[in-house]
């Protein structure tokens, strides 16, 4: 981690699209950067280094995600990241080891993007899912989301539509409507200390695979659901836009704040968000401007930015000097004793500042997901009638 401000940049308004195409491209060169043509597979992180970045590891979850954005791109652009390989090609990949996999999010996520592409061999990983549903009966919320995403995506069979209920019913099982946020787990995988504590990945996605249920099926509950966690999310960023990282499941308040990730300002909230618009629920564009704004112009860096184009990668996170994650795991602790509770003066004992520059392909993968040039073109086109 390193505690230099970095360069700044402006404040998104008329400008928003050219600075959205800008991080487009920066993805596009990054995930280049980050593809293991030997493996066929994406690095698991890319680290800055005096000399130059460098790789580290292989992930078949990551190479998923990444795929996913990639597959809404032009051919040539995704040979060029590819190294000369089809979408198709990559996901064949993943296919033939999905059978092995005993991963739900990585098998969700592979069965996801196959049936996206309508990949011959979708169905390994569709089998290969349903199986896992019935076997693990206790999941994490993010997986359980990715799956349900992975069901409502293609076609729709008596099988199909069966196990798409399954994930629907087991994700709402998490949710808590006192707070409007759901749970990090399905069952007792978390420690006790931990049991209350939900992360922003675990309120997005379900708000993303809600929104898309209800699309594919009408469900007015699923809507009902992404809708209040939505609202609730939203009525808790940041003065500057952050979206905060780990919330009391118990009471739908924020347990602790940093760190910050890109990833979350960029693409994730984004994601959730447009799903949920596009099911008939909230518009949060504003919501959404204000999280891309901290990413330009982040207060904790004094107005700097993650971005940096020259190692074509957005680093990771904005954390806290603390000891490696004192802060969140004593507010935990403190607060699983009663919800009210605290841990006093962390800001002034623990400011925000270090930077994690460290890049992982998911992220610059979930950012073209969810910022497809139809998206940008329709936002310039709302800008300059505006």
Known sequence: MTTATLQRAPRATKGWPQQIRALRDLSLRGLARMYLPDEQLFAFRVRKAPDRPRLEGISYRYTAIALLGLVGEEEDAVRQVLAGKSSRDLCGRLLADVIAMDNLGDVALTAWVSRILEHVEAPRALGRLKALLNEQHESYTVEIAWALSALCEGPQDDAVTAAREQAAERLLSVYSPRAALFRHHSGGAVSAVRQHVACFAD????????????????????????????????????????????????????????????????????????????????????????????????????????????????????ARREPRKFVRSAQAAVSRLHSAIRVPLVDLLFPPGPIDDECRPYHLGWLLYSWPERRVAEIERSLEAS
Request: contains cysteine.
């Open 203 to 318: 309120l997005v996605y379900p708000i993303q695979a809600l929104a898309r249920h209800a699309v594919a099926t009408g469900d007015a509950r699923s809507l009902e659901v992404a809708e209040q966690c939505a609202a609730r999310v939203c009525s808790l960023i940041g003065p500057a836009g952050q979206w905060w990282w780990h919330y009391d499941a118990r009471t739908g308040k924020v347990l602790e704040r940093y760190p910050v990730y890109a990833v979350h300002q960029d693409a994730m909230g984004p994601m959730a968000l447009f799903a949920l618009h596009e099911a008939g629920g909230t518009d949060y564009r504003a919501e959404i401007e204000n999280g891309w704004n901290w990413l330009h112009a982040a207060p904790e860096l004094g107005g700097g930015t993650l971005i940096d184009p020259h190692n074509e990668a957005i680093w990771r996170k904005v």
